[in-house]
């Protein structure tokens, strides 16, 4: 027999309310505006659009507010949100070789042309705690050398001159969109790179780390990291040519990678690559890892069976909205499946039982 | 965005400052333009989203990178001059204001938008990419060697 049951409406209503109350937290205390999210939690702001897939800083330091700082809850929202938007058109590929850059290190050339630029980094800070930020203090500011000049060079085409790397083949072939079409497996790499780059950053994070720990192994080095800003160009058909249609912040690691060489090719280093909205460094390094490690079909490389190298494995679980929407659902009412499983084991313990007591009998 | 003839050319150029501009920067000097004609749609504001590619490895073939907010729009002053606008974000008057000073830009008024609007504008962005860049300059690494031993 099946009843079914309504309710809980109130109970729902009351809930929500109660979110709100908490969310806002003491009254006496100011409350946060989606400004403040905007400008000071920015790389929070970042990896919800990374991840949300939409950049736009306003919308995703509302969501973080209305998430109240649960970034993957935030992420959700934007994922909602941007399904709402009418598809105006895709940009041309962005010029990263261009890049207006904050920071741009290589941990492979000391002497890269263009320098190492540190930018503003976490990198050799202590980690100790600083409780001048507790106190409201008074910021220094921060120090200024004559511009820069020029864009920076590319690390990879250093390289590339003397043939030691990988060739990257250039091409304007349309790339297929997961947000358009299922997911079909062999991905291909624009589509792995596409899923990467909206994927959960502990996840790209955990599974990069797997591959240095020895799951698929592929000796990286970071040939160049770079974050900064880049103009997106668009084309305009009512006007027959193309304009900026923006500025976004972006960061981009290419890998340099050992490679042995197989039947057909000399020892060469490869690549991976990363590029990620926002100032995003532990991501866009994981990304590229993680690509170098999917590659090893296209490259010749033995598949030594190591997550990291299952295309499928991967892609059907970097996506922290699909990952959460399918586990947090079990915690919803289950209650006529329940029921059903419940029934089951009871008919069998009893068949089971009838079965006993029918031998001890005999 | 080469081989365009000077008049698209220029229009390419403010455009692109347009869509980059800070939506309260650009209210607040398209204020000093008076008598603005009227318009009519030819399209009206619109949100949407702008599939942003990259290229693998940087110079490959493409990828889906994320999209982007814009809003978009097209007038036509009762002049008859058409103004489009593409800009970055939510902003619907801000599109309106920027397909508007697209299209004073093609009128008698020209110089005084120019002077009023796009100068300080483009004069803006260098300022702040140049801040933004002396700033990254001065994290720039010098290296020291250090000389050890006997000889």
Redesign the interface.
């Known amino acids: 027999m099946y009843v079914a049951v309504k309710g809980g409406e109130r109970a729902i209503e009351n809930a929500h309310d109660w979110l709100a109350e908490e969310r806002r937290g003491p009254a006496d205390i100011p409350e946060l505006s989606v400004d403040q999210i905007k400008s000071q939690m920015t790389l929070a702001v970042n990896r919800v ?2 991840e949300g ?4 800083p ?2 995703a330091a509302l969501a973080i507010k209305q998430a109240r700082g649960d970034l993957i809850e935030a992420i959700f929202l934007i994922r909602a949100y ?1 399904t709402t ?10 010029e ?2 261009k890049m ?4 741009r290190i290589s941990a492979t050339f ?2 890269a042309p263009g ?7 976490f990198d050799y800070t202590h980690r100790l705690l600083d409780f001048k930020l507790a106190a409201d203090g008074e910021v220094p500011e ?7 000049q020029g864009d920076m060079p ?1 690390i ?1 085409e250093f390289l590339n001159r003397d043939g030691l790397i990988q060739t ?8 297929r ?3 358009r079409q299922p997911m079909e497996y062999p991905a291909g ?3 792995r ?2 899923a990467l ?2 994927g959960d950053e502990g996840f790209v994070l955990g599974m990069a780390y797997s591959t240095q720990r020895g799951y698929g192994r592929n000796h990286p080095f970071v040939g160049e990291l770079r974050i900064g800003k880049v ?4 084309d ?1 058909p ?11 912040t ?1 960061t ?1 690691c ?1 890998t340099v990678n050992q490679f042995h060489g197989s039947k057909t090719q000399p020892p060469q280093f490869t ?1 991976g ?1 990363g ?1 990620v ?1 926002g100032q995003t460094e532990r991501k866009a390094i994981s990304m590229a890892l993680v690509d170098r490690a999917l590659r090893w079909e296209e490259l010749g490389e033995d598949n030594l069976g190591a997550p990291a190298q299952d295309e499928e494995f991967v892609l059907s679980h970097a996506d922290n909205i699909q990952a959460t929407g399918f586990l947090e659902h079990i915690k919803l009412p289950h209650y006529v499946d329940f029921q059903s499983e419940l029934e089951l084991v009871r008919k069998i313990r009893s068949e089971a039982q009838a079965n006993t007591l029918k031998e001890a009998a005999e | ?1 080469s081989n ?1 003839d000077p008049a ?1 050319a220029a ?2 150029s403010r ?2 400052l347009l ?2 501009s800070e939506p309260s920067r650009l209210a607040a000097l398209f204020s000093e333009v008076t008598d603005v004609p009227a318009h009519t749609w030819l399209r009206t504001p ?25 809003t ?1 729009c ?1 007038l036509t002053l009762s002049t008859g001059e058409v103004g ?1 606008a ?5 902003d619907k008057d801000h599109a309106t204001r920027a397909a508007l000073v697209d299209a004073l830009m093609q009128t008698a008024r020209a110089e005084e938008v120019q002077a009023a609007v796009l100068d300080p504008l483009g004069a803006e962005a260098l300022a702040t ?13 010098e ?1 020291f060697t250090m000389v050890r031993g006997e000889d």
């Not at chain 1, 921060?142 to 820069?148: D, F, I, K, Q, R």
């Not at chain 1, 103009?231 to 668009?234: A, I, K, T």
């Not at chain 2, 990419?129 to 690494?141: D, E, F, I």
Request: with cysteine.
């Open positions: 659009m990374a897939s939409l950049y736009d306003d919308l941007r938007l009418p598809r105006i058109g895709h940009s041309r590929p962005v990263t070789d207006a850059c904050d920071r000391k002497d320098g190492q630029v540190l930018g503003p980094t921060a120090a200024t050398a004559a511009p820069l590319r990879t990257e083949t250039p091409s304007d072939e349309p790339p969109d997961m947000t790499r624009p589509l790179l596409q780059t909206r103009s997106v160009e668009m305009i009512e006007l027959g040519f193309a304009v900026e249609i923006g500025e976004i972006l981009e290419e690549r690559y590029l909205f | 965005m365009l698209n229009r390419q455009m692109s869509a980059k619109e949100i949407g989203a702008v599939m942003v590619r990259g290229r693998m490895g940087g110079t490959g073939a493409p990828f889906n990178l994320g999209e982007m907010s814009v978009r097209a489009h593409y800009v970055q974000g939510r990419k140049a801040a933004r860049s002396a700033k990254s300059a001065a994290t720039k690494v290296f």
